[in-house]
């Protein structure tokens, strides 16, 4: 072998686990039904796709991440909270609702007339999008946010001291509608449409309430072009 050729194969990251040749969950594996394992094409995780590869001459991992569409019959909800501090304290709630093959359903954007920390607009932002989702019919979800803690705070529940007790019961109780439900966090990277509708949510006036997009609007259309192309961002 060539010596230059051997030692651009040696720098090259080496991947602990192989790369699925297709973005979209197994709906097999969601059914608990999928016979193929590791050789399946399909993901079999409900998160986005996620691989970890290490370098020869760097021991920290690098991570490949990328959007992944629901399982089919599933819609994707990925949600997002935006804070600023311009001109007071201004908070606002988005989203963007998707289907199994990837398809625009709804986007939403609202802003927040009572909210005092970026947690609670991120579970704001999280309970709208279920209630326009559910209104809408689609009872099987899969809920996306980049806020670890809002994630943890609704899949592990809270006591009633807790100062979110109420919102985080009010979202599970929307959440008992659903036939399926799935929430899970993921890197903003992959959350870049939600963190769109959310900072459109600023622009609103008060009292607007939810804006409800049918159709994409143009400032939400190279992210999910990105997101359709299944582009990867390394972390």
């Given at each position: 072998?060539?010596?230059?050729?051997?030692?651009?194969?040696?720098?090259?990251?080496?991947?602990?686990?192989p790369k699925?040749?297709?973005?979209?969950?197994?709906?097999?594996?969601?059914?608990?039904?999928?016979m193929?394992?590791?050789h399946?094409?399909?993901?079999?995780?409900?998160?986005?796709?996620?691989?970890?590869?290490?370098?020869?001459?760097?021991?920290?991992?690098?991570?490949?991440?990328?959007?992944?569409?629901?399982?089919?019959?599933?819609?994707?909800?990925?949600?997002?909270?935006?804070?600023?501090?311009?001109?007071?304290?201004?908070?606002?709630?988005?989203?963007?609702?998707?289907?199994?093959?990837?398809?625009?359903?709804?986007?939403?954007?609202?802003?927040?007339n009572?909210?005092?920390?970026?947690?609670?607009?991120?579970l704001?932002?999280?309970?709208?999008?279920?209630?326009?989702?559910?209104?809408?019919?689609?009872?099987?979800?899969?809920?996306?946010?980049?806020?670890?803690?809002?994630?943890?705070?609704?899949?592990?529940?809270?006591?009633?001291?807790?100062?979110?007790?109420?919102?985080?019961?009010?979202?599970?109780?929307?959440?008992?509608?659903?036939?399926?439900?799935?929430?899970?966090?993921?890197?903003?990277?992959?959350?870049?449409v939600?963190?769109?509708?959310?900072?459109?949510?600023?622009?609103?006036?008060?009292?607007?309430?939810?804006?409800?997009?049918?159709?994409?609007?143009?400032?939400?259309?190279?992210?999910?072009?990105?997101?359709?192309?299944?582009?990867i961002?390394?972390?």
């Amino acid at each position: 072998m060539d010596t230059k050729a051997a030692r651009i194969k040696a720098s090259m990251c080496v991947s602990r686990a192989p790369k699925k040749s297709s973005s979209s969950i197994c709906k097999y594996w969601a059914n608990g039904k999928c016979m193929l394992g590791e050789h399946c094409r399909h993901l079999h995780s409900w998160s986005d796709g996620i691989l970890i590869r290490f370098h020869e001459h760097n021991p920290k991992p690098m991570r490949l991440v990328w959007w992944t569409a629901p399982p089919q019959d599933f819609v994707k909800i990925n949600c997002d909270g935006a804070f600023s501090s311009f001109h007071g304290n201004k908070a606002s709630a988005g989203g963007v609702v998707r289907d199994w093959k990837g398809k625009f359903v709804i986007g939403f954007s609202t802003l927040l007339n009572k909210c005092d920390t970026v947690i609670e607009a991120e579970l704001l932002a999280i309970k709208i999008g279920i209630q326009e989702t559910i209104y809408m019919g689609f009872k099987k979800l899969v809920i996306e946010s980049d806020s670890y803690t809002a994630v943890q705070l609704i899949n592990q529940g809270v006591q009633t001291s807790h100062p979110y007790h109420a919102l985080v019961s009010s979202i599970l109780h929307i959440v008992s509608m659903a036939d399926l439900f799935c929430c899970n966090h993921v890197f903003r990277e992959i959350n870049s449409v939600a963190d769109g509708f959310a900072k459109h949510g600023l622009s609103l006036p008060p009292r607007f309430g939810v804006q409800l997009f049918r159709c994409p609007p143009p400032f939400s259309s190279s992210s999910l072009c990105a997101d359709k192309a299944g582009l990867i961002y390394s972390r």
